[in-house]
């Protein structure tokens, strides 16, 4: 009997677990069946695949000690997908959760009176408390791995339905830190506020709401009130990694504060939580940055050397070095700082943001000093280790390419100075020259050789010293010959290229890359190089065959200006590049005088000279900038003495001149919106009047097209379409790259489609007027004209020859792939003693066209042309054209 009733309660409690199972029902069976199995089955492995990414994150993640480090450690785009498996298994478990075990079902209501408690539980949308928790999990992982837009409604599903509970509070906190990821700082500052003034704020998450405080500071780059904020966060912080961070980001908000004993307290903080090795360090080397100007530095400098003694540190070199360069630059000990700066660069072979850094320090020092051609080189040098992501970027890109400019511009004038004094010599003084110059080159390449091989040997001879201690102090029975040689070659390659490294910094694979400017010359007999190189044109690439070998004069000759149209050239260039410095000077540099001395220059070379006059101007806008009205006045006397007529003159002699100018601007355009209506309301004769009037009187002007466009088209109307298709292929071909030629051509094609008898006889008239009318005894040709990519030329050249190989052996023909001037290839077939035989000809290849055209892909057809017409249809190119005068002479 008592086996019976075990039986039977048994399966009772069993139907009454699965009866409750259901998410239909909404008891407090099958609640709490729900909230026990959602719990502590599905959402605890949810979690625990969540800790597991995280841990996975702070494993392969490296922290970036040159910058501010960011308040939140994650996500980040760099390691994110090394969670990507941890976070879509966290995601699948919280997502089971909310299908498995959500339940919205209403509970059966009692009878009777309701407490206001009853009817807000039946009122409810969700009955298990762990659903919330599941959307939650769901939006971290979904940030964690950079699924923005499904972690975007994760938190707001949570804040719309669950406004009053903590999980919607949490995800308000989420949703900022994911909004502020993306610098949205609009509705992330609402959110804030919203959070900073809600009553009964829950105390556990008083960290959270100010370190989200903190990192809208920082990205607002509100350094003061991200460390108020911090400093409020670690109040609430218990956790000792989320208290080292804090610290560490404080130490580094009070430097770029200025307040470097607050800074030197938390990185000593820092030191003292025991934070890892990495940290430890950098909080020692940010305790040195912290170093205020008057105070003694020896207790700083000797802890640096200490550190750069620890084999542990060898990899941080560069960080050392470079800490020592700030206290010495703070100490004003400006070479002593570059000097560190430069072995910090030296040492830094993996670190680029350090090395970044630290030529940057030195391109600051150069740069306030004025010596803008060596700020120069480091700023390059700071772009090629950077990405937009760097701080000051803006600001640095922006320096760097002005001071490359103005490089690019003085490296001009002097090669062109170079050059020019090169080109005056005798022929003999000049060979001389040159030799003198391949002699040093020669003499230093052997210098060079000759160290190399010295410093090849001494590490040769120290590691075979170094094999043979190895194998005395273990016993080992390494051959030593061998040991040298395997420690000789990596060791000798990793020297030469740290030794370029060192000076040159990170160099893409390119020509020329040694050259800051690309291209610049120089006569110094004690440079390496010692080349005469071309400056670079802007926009061009110099594609002429260069000789290469600079032990020969043809090198140092192919630049010299020995013509006098190459002279005036160069003179050109100068008066370009002395221009083009001084406004760099003055408008980008604020040198004013600086500027003054390259205008100055180019009046001085040039006096006579028209581009003089807009130096002059420029020089007279200066000195009256600047308040020296003296000066200004001269400057004014000269113009007017040495350019009576010029316009910058007249701008400088007539206060009102370019208001003058500017109201005949206004006049022309008023104009040209009279024609353009005139046409456009169909009074085509006024248009055309308008337009021809303005272009007799203003024919260079730069709107002048905009008229011969509104002339054609109204001419168009009144003469017919004839008389239109010419205007617009004039335009065509004079002002091809205008956007009225655009429009000339879309509408000549439309023509060409509507009304092809026009271009036909267009055609015929245009080939009438430029090719003479064939004779029957004059030499010929038989061509093919190739318009389209596709067709094989050389395929049709190999046809024809089989072809007359096999029909025509005796005409003794030559087949070539030729151009006109427009690129358009051609196969020509010369030559033929009179018209007759090459229209012979022609006909043969026209019945034969199949065996002709065999794999050729594109197929042409041949026409006759005499050999004065075919010199002039290379030039002209109008294949079209041609072919009516073909059938109109040839084709009857």
């Not at 923005?148 to 999980?167: M, V």
């Not at 430097?255 to 307290?265: C, P």
Request: with cysteine.
């Amino acid at each position: 009997m008592s086996k019976f009733r075990y039986l039977f309660i048994s399966i009772l409690s069993v139907l009454l677990i699965f009866s409750s199972c259901s998410t239909k029902k909404n008891t407090i069976a099958s609640r709490s069946y729900h909230n026990l199995t959602a719990h502590y089955n599905v959402y605890f492995n949810g979690k625990e695949s969540y800790k597991k990414g995280l841990k996975r994150l702070e494993q392969n993640y490296k922290e970036d000690y040159t910058v501010l480090l960011p308040v939140f450690q994650f996500p980040n785009a760099e390691a994110a997908t090394n969670a990507v498996a941890d976070m879509d298994r966290t995601i699948k478990k919280a997502s089971k959760t909310i299908v498995l075990h959500s339940i919205t079902a209403k509970p059966d209501i009692k009878k009777g009176i309701k407490t206001q408690k009853q009817k807000e539980f039946y009122n409810k949308r969700e009955y298990n408390k762990w659903i919330d928790d599941a959307y939650l999990l769901m939006g971290k992982a979904y940030f964690m791995k950079l699924d923005l837009y499904n972690s975007n409604a994760s938190f707001r599903q949570i804040i719309k339905e669950y406004p009053k509970e903590n999980t919607g509070i949490e995800a308000q906190i989420m949703l900022t830190r994911k909004l502020l990821f993306e610098n949205e700082f609009s509705e992330s500052a609402d959110i804030i506020n919203n959070l900073k003034t809600r009553k009964k704020f829950p105390k556990k998450y008083n960290s959270d709401l100010r370190a989200i405080q903190a990192d809208y500071a920082i990205r607002k780059k509100q350094y003061p009130e991200a460390a108020k904020m911090l400093e409020e966060a670690l109040e609430f912080r218990n956790k000792k990694n989320q208290k080292l961070r804090y610290h560490f980001i404080l130490g580094q908000l009070y430097q770029l504060n200025g307040q470097y004993d607050k800074s030197l307290e938390h990185f000593k903080k820092v030191i003292k939580l025991d934070p890892p090795y990495e940290m430890a360090f950098n909080a020692r080397i940010n305790m040195a940055n912290s170093f205020e100007a008057g105070s003694d530095a020896s207790e700083i400098r000797r802890n640096l050397y200490k550190l750069m003694k620890d084999e542990k540190n060898k990899e941080f070199l560069d960080q050392i070095y470079y800490a020592l360069g700030q206290i010495d630059l703070k100490e004003g000990k400006k070479k002593e700082a570059l000097d560190n700066y430069s072995k910090s660069c030296q040492y830094s072979t993996t670190n680029t943001k350090q090395k970044a850094r630290s030529f940057l320090a030195m391109a600051k020092i150069y740069y306030a000093d004025k010596e803008y051609l060596q700020s120069q080189k480091y700023y390059d040098s700071v772009l090629l280790n950077i990405d937009e992501f760097f701080p000051e970027y803006p600001e640095i890109n922006s320096r760097a390419r002005n001071l490359q400019r103005l490089a690019k511009n003085l490296n001009t004038v002097s090669f062109e100075d170079s050059v020019q004094f090169v080109a005056r010599m005798s022929e003999n003084e000049r060979n001389i020259f040159i030799d003198r110059i391949i002699a040093t080159v020669k003499e230093k390449e052997a210098e060079e050789a000759r160290k190399q091989q010295e410093e090849m040997m001494a590490e040769q001879t120290s590691m075979y010293e170094y094999s043979d201690m190895q194998a005395r102090n273990q016993s080992s029975s390494i051959n030593k010959d061998q040991s040298g040689k395997w420690y000789f070659y990596p060791s000798s390659k990793s020297y030469g290229e740290n030794e370029f490294l060192v000076k040159w910094g990170k160099r893409k694979l390119e020509d020329n890359w040694r050259r800051s400017n690309k291209k610049q010359m120089s006569f110094d007999e004690s440079a390496q190089e010692n080349t005469l190189q071309e400056v670079e044109s802007e926009g061009k690439e110099t594609d002429k065959k260069k000789v290469k070998d600079n032990k020969s004069r043809e090198y140092y000759m192919q630049d010299l200006p020995l013509t006098d149209s190459a002279m005036a050239a160069s003179h050109d260039k100068i008066k370009k590049s002395l221009y083009n410095a001084a406004q760099i000077y003055k408008d980008d540099l604020s040198e004013y005088l600086l500027a003054a001395e390259l205008y100055q220059d180019q009046a001085k070379r040039y006096p006579k000279d028209e581009a003089t006059a807009q130096s002059l101007y420029q020089l007279f806008i200066l000195y009256k900038q600047i308040g020296e009205n003296e000066k200004a006045n001269m400057v004014k006397a000269r113009l007017i003495n040495d350019f009576p007529g010029n316009i910058y003159t007249q701008i400088v002699n007539n206060p009102e001149f370019v208001k003058q100018l500017q109201d005949k601007e206004n006049q022309i355009n008023e104009e040209y919106n009279k024609a353009y209506l005139a046409y456009q309301g169909g009074d085509y004769q006024q248009a055309l009047d308008i337009s021809a009037n303005m272009l007799a009187n203003n024919p260079k002007h730069k709107i002048a097209i905009k008229f011969i466009f509104v002339k054609y088209l109204a001419e168009g109307k009144i003469y017919g379409l004839d008389s239109l298709r010419r205007g617009l292929n004039y335009i065509v071909s004079n002002y091809g790259k205008t956007e009225e030629a655009v429009f000339a051509k879309s509408i000549i094609a439309q023509l060409d489609q509507t009304k092809p008898e026009i271009k036909k006889k267009e055609e015929i008239a245009q080939a009438r007027a430029v090719y003479a009318k064939p004779e029957k005894d004059e030499k010929h040709l038989v061509i093919y004209i190739a318009n389209d990519k596709k067709t094989n030329v050389n395929q049709l050249v190999f046809n024809t020859i089989n072809y007359n190989l096999d029909n025509f052996v005796r005409a003794n023909l030559s087949v070539k792939a030729e151009q006109t001037s427009q690129n358009k290839q051609m196969v020509v077939i010369r030559e033929f003693a009179n018209m007759q035989e090459a229209i012979n000809y022609y006909s043969a290849i026209t019945r034969d066209k199949v065996i002709l055209m065999k794999d050729v892909t594109k197929e042409v057809d041949p026409v006759v042309i005499s050999e004065k017409n075919y010199n002039i249809f290379k030039q002209d190119g109008n294949d079209s054209a041609y072919r009516e005068f073909f059938n109109e002479n040839y084709n009857k």
